[in-house]
């Protein structure tokens, strides 16, 4: 019997998802999961594609103009010094590094050289302010640091013995010089083989409702579980990939760093301070970005431009994050002759579910499992398998390689979302006849309004159509007669003003395109709530409506 290694059956495995592009039953019927004993992802896979291979593994665009790619080639080197250098510094296999550089060279490096040490990485976003950053410092138990310099005064209120990086010209007093990694030996050897199962990333989620909880990835989990999400992006060899997420979050991992480079493609980063649509849309036709991945609110804000302005439309274009409204896809359809493709995973795994390449996209829908997944759909009642409707799970037998090992240091909560041989998501999902997935919203957003279900979602997407909204979200707001009855909290587009007109305007929207029961009821006008990753803080808006608000517009007061 012939014995393949590590980097064989990842290439396999990542052969078939390619060869079977747009054969979506093929690619689901023909795939398994490759499960080596062994695997670095950095050594067995990255180095293997790396060797002699000059074209672009990076290419990042700045505000200012200026532009400058990185080879495979250049970056599996410049990850070995980056591996060396953290070695004298102390870091060893095993060890937290908390790592919370920008979209910058340093932090693929600094990524690719950890995992060659077999340290254990937990991305944070530049955001997080002493707060959160003493929460994961303790919670985390860090042992390492590496910030930019202008971060570097955050941590002067987080108390800790761990090693202090900064990536910078200007180095403050008690922090180590990244840059010195250049001058680190370029030869690379490992201190013993990986296991894949050992742990190679903790994130901390994002938080809507909750003190965030410690997701744990292994070596295998994300590098290998990603080959789903190739997929779903329809990524070829030589493509150019742009994702627009900000480092910290399981997004970036996903989309500009395992996924892409899982396929051979090239990582395409624009930075910017303020979005720009035009300007977006410039870089990409400089570019030549060939496959495009953004959040809703991003795509939300593109239709409010001149989307012709884009003179060569990506071949793909998916969104995720949260699910992505109809009339949104249209628009970007009639402009680009693209369609939008959404897809559904978490931070707690890679792509679960998605509308795939080369198979038509079913209005409304979020696409049908990803090859290598299961779904079951359990009925919050009964707990059992329902055909048609429930909380979105996956089964783990087997478990799915994407799949992450458990939330660090809370075995009771793993326990609850791993019950019975299923993976619970948290989110509400139905399911046609034809085997496709739509979402209904998280479990704890749907509500009751005079005994009928209502989801947020359905309702935020009609709002949508009406050319004044820009984003909006739905809450359940207090009400003697029904319990409950759906209130919309508004942001505008440009050229609307919050006013009596305005809301009048956007109740006749609701009353002609959603039934009796689901009609919006009230309407509070502002900025909305979001997560530091850019997630709707429902809670928040459901705590403030409970409170009462003088703000608000009344559907009755103004029919």
């Known amino acids: 019997m012939t014995e393949y290694s590590a980097t064989e059956q990842f290439l396999a495995a990542r052969d078939f998802l390619l060869e079977h592009r747009g054969d979506y039953d093929a690619a689901r019927a023909g795939f398994t999961w490759p499960r080596p004993e062994r695997f670095n992802w950095a050594l067995d896979w990255f180095d293997h594609i790396a060797a002699g291979n000059g074209a672009d593994a990076l290419r990042i665009v700045e505000e200012d103009g200026t532009s400058r790619g990185v080879s495979f080639g250049e970056m599996s080197v410049r990850s070995d010094s980056a591996a060396n250098w953290l070695r004298t510094q102390g870091v060893a296999a095993g060890d937290r590094i908390l790592v919370m550089l920008g979209n910058q060279r340093e932090l693929w490096e600094v990524m690719l ?209 949260e699910p992505l409204n109809p009339e949104v896809i249209e628009k970007v359809r009639q402009a680009w002759g693209v369609t939008i493709r ?59 390689a994407g799949v992450m090992t458990g939330y660090r240091d809370d075995p009771e909560r793993t326990a609850e979302a791993m019950a019975d041989g299923l993976y619970r998501t948290g989110d509400v999902a139905s399911r046609d006849a034809d085997g496709h997935l739509t979402y209904i919203g998280r479990s704890d957003d749907v509500f009751k309004a005079s005994d009928y279900k209502i989801s947020p979602f359905e309702l935020e997407s009609a709002l949508l159509e009406h050319e004044a909204v820009a984003e909006a979200a739905v809450v359940p707001a207090p009400d003697p007669l029904r319990l409950a009855v759906p209130k919309a909290y508004i942001t505008l587009a440009a050229g609307w003003e919050p006013g009596k007109e305005t809301a009048r305007a956007l109740f006749e929207h609701s009353r002609a395109v959603l039934s009796p029961y689901k009609r919006i009821r009230r309407i509070e006008f502002g900025e909305l709530p979001k997560t530091v990753s850019g997630k709707i803080r429902r809670v928040e808006l459901r705590d403030l409506t409970a409170a009462g608000s003088a703000g608000e517009y009344d559907e009755a007061d103004l029919s």
Not at 296 to 314: C, F
Not at 369 to 398: F, H, M, N, Q, W
Request: proline fraction near 9%; include cysteine; glycine fraction near 8%.
């Open 113 to 321: 050289g950890a995992m060659k040490l077999r340290a254990v990485v937990i991305p944070a976003t530049p955001l997080l302010g002493p707060a959160d950053l003493r929460d994961r410092i303790e919670r985390g138990h860090v042992r390492h640091v590496i910030a930019r310099t202008e971060d570097a005064a955050k941590f002067d209120e987080v108390p800790g013995a761990y090693t202090r990086i900064a990536a910078g010209a200007e180095v403050p007093t008690g922090w180590r010089r990244l840059e010195d990694m250049y001058e680190a030996d370029r030869n690379f050897s490992p201190d013993g083989e990986t296991l894949a199962t050992e742990p190679l990333m903790l994130y901390f989620t994002s938080g809507t409702t909750a003190r965030p909880k410690l997701v744990e990835h292994t070596h295998a989990s994300y590098p290998i579980g990603h080959l789903s999400t190739m997929y779903w992006l329809g990524l070829r060899p030589g493509d150019v990939h742009l994702n627009i997420a900000s480092p910290g979050w399981a997004k970036h991992a996903w989309s500009n760093l395992f996924a892409p480079w899982n396929a051979g493609a090239t990582v395409f980063v624009h930075n910017y301070t303020r979005f720009d649509a035009e300007r977006l849309m410039a870089e990409m036709d400089r570019g030549a970005v060939t496959t495009f991945c953004a959040p809703p609110t991003v795509w939300r804000m593109l239709i409010q431009s001149d989307l012709t302005k884009l003179r060569t439309p990506p071949r793909e274009a998916v969104a995720a994050g």
């Open 342 to 400: 959404d897809g559904f995973g978490q931070t707690e795994t890679t792509l679960q579910a998605g509308n795939f390449p080369g198979v038509p996209v079913k209005p409304g829908s979020m696409g049908r499992p990803a090859p290598g997944y299961e779904i079951v759909l359990l009925d919050p009642v009964t707990g059992k398998e329902s055909p048609d409707e429930g909380e979105l799970c996956v089964d783990l037998r087997p478990r799915p």
